[in-house]
């Protein structure tokens, strides 16, 4: 057993993939109509057929306030792991992104928390020992 796919909630699938791929460096992998949104997926460029992060409307009545609850409580909806996180902090502060938390040491791993934009929470991780 394997995860192929997992998600992320947004409130813009367009902004989500212009963000996820343009900002982050996702690649993208579908994009399908299905109705008024599209089955949108991404992935690494370095795992092309790994596991895909579907951009998914939160169209649920319950997934606003979700995403809401976890973004006050600075809880990340998604976790990616980078060679160097610190790198990738200042790469991406240079295109303006917003950090909820900057380059922090916690045990094995430095870790970053981000806001996608889109309604979440996003942390990078990069493991240290």
Not at 42 to 46: D, I
Not at 113 to 123: F, S
């Given at each position: 057993m394997k995860i192929?796919?997992?998600?992320?909630m947004v409130d813009d699938q367009e902004k989500a993939r212009r963000f996820y791929t343009e900002v982050l460096g996702f690649q993208q992998k579908h994009d399908i109509p299905i109705g008024e949104h599209r089955w949108l997926t991404?992935?690494?460029?370095?795992d092309p057929d790994g596991t895909e992060l579907l951009l998914e409307?939160?169209?649920h009545p319950a997934a606003k306030p979700f995403k809401k609850a976890l973004v006050a409580d600075g809880i990340p909806?998604?976790?990616f792991m980078v060679d160097d996180v610190r790198a990738e902090y200042e790469r991406l502060r240079g295109l303006g992104v917003e950090f909820a938390q900057q380059p922090t040491e916690m045990g094995p791993v430095i870790t970053v928390?981000?806001?996608?934009?889109?309604?979440?929470?996003?942390?990078l991780a990069q493991y240290i020992g």
């Open positions: 192929h796919l997992t998600n992320v991404v992935v690494s460029p370095q409307p939160d169209e909806a998604a976790a928390v981000l806001d996608d934009t889109c309604g979440n929470l996003v942390q």
